[in-house]
């Protein structure tokens, strides 16, 4: 993840700036702020845009520490992110 860098982060890891954006680093909130989650420090931890985003879609969404056995296990193959973001590929900007 970026905190400050879109583009030297892209430089780093080959990506185009569209691509780099997906990975800005966020404020996750592991039980959401609109399902009563509290927003304070226990309740946050750091995400990329793309995983913040997407966690909650899911038909079944994941509870937080399934999440986490989740990107660990794909991780472990080498896999951090799910293959549709892996695969998009978009012009820079
Ligand atoms: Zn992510």
């Given at each position: 993840m970026w905190d400050e860098d879109p583009r030297a982060f892209g430089e780093r890891f080959s990506l185009s700036l569209a691509e780099?954006?997906?990975y800005r680093?966020?404020?996750?909130?592991?039980?959401?702020?609109?399902?009563?989650?509290?927003?304070?420090?226990?309740n946050i931890v750091a995400a990329c845009d793309f995983c913040n985003r997407t966690r909650h879609l899911?038909?079944?969404?994941?509870d937080a520490a399934s999440f986490a056995k989740y990107v660990q296990s794909r991780m472990?193959?080498?896999?951090?992110?799910?293959?549709r973001l892996e695969r998009q590929r978009a012009?820079?900007?």
């Open positions: 780099a954006l997906r680093c966020t404020a996750e909130h592991l039980h959401e702020k609109c399902k009563g989650g509290a927003d304070e420090e226990r899911a038909k079944r969404p994941k472990k193959r080498g896999k951090w992110h799910p293959v012009p820079l900007r």
